[in-house]
């Protein structure tokens, strides 16, 4: 019913900038939150940053300050802008999305995923 597809991973030195996108498509009614999570090998996926329907975001600790994360309800968009990279960050990340469809349900949707890879 819904389709989240990112898109903006890549390899970059630490300290460098990459901006992730993720563009949702399908039987949208309406998204009420959109983040960006990320899991490096071996461990837990984990929230990275979460923008809800009126703009409102919120960070993990460890990227408050370096990322920005911005939504486009007109296009049911959203994007990660991550500077001062560290190899830390080094994961594949993912868009998610809360949305309700057309039929009325709502329902929780994922991206395949994006690797962002940082050297040190």
């Known amino acids: 019913q819904v389709q989240l597809v990112e898109s903006g991973g890549g390899l970059v030195q630490a300290g460098k900038s990459l901006r992730l996108s993720c563009a949702a498509s399908g039987s949208i009614f309406s998204i009420r939150t959109m983040a960006w999570y990320r899991q490096a090998p071996g461990e837990q996926r984990e929230l990275v940053a979460f923008?809800?329907?009126?703009?409102?975001?919120k960070y993990d600790d460890s990227v408050k300050g370096r990322f920005t994360i911005s939504g486009d309800n007109a296009r049911n968009t959203v994007s990660l802008e991550m500077n001062s990279l560290k190899p830390e960050d080094t994961a594949v990340y993912y868009c998610?999305?809360?949305?309700?469809?057309?039929?009325?349900?709502?329902?929780?949707?994922w991206g395949r995923g994006t690797q962002v890879t940082v050297s040190s």
């Open positions: 923008i809800d329907s009126v703009g409102s975001t």
């Open positions: 998610n999305a809360v949305v309700r469809v057309y039929s009325g349900s709502v329902g929780d949707y």
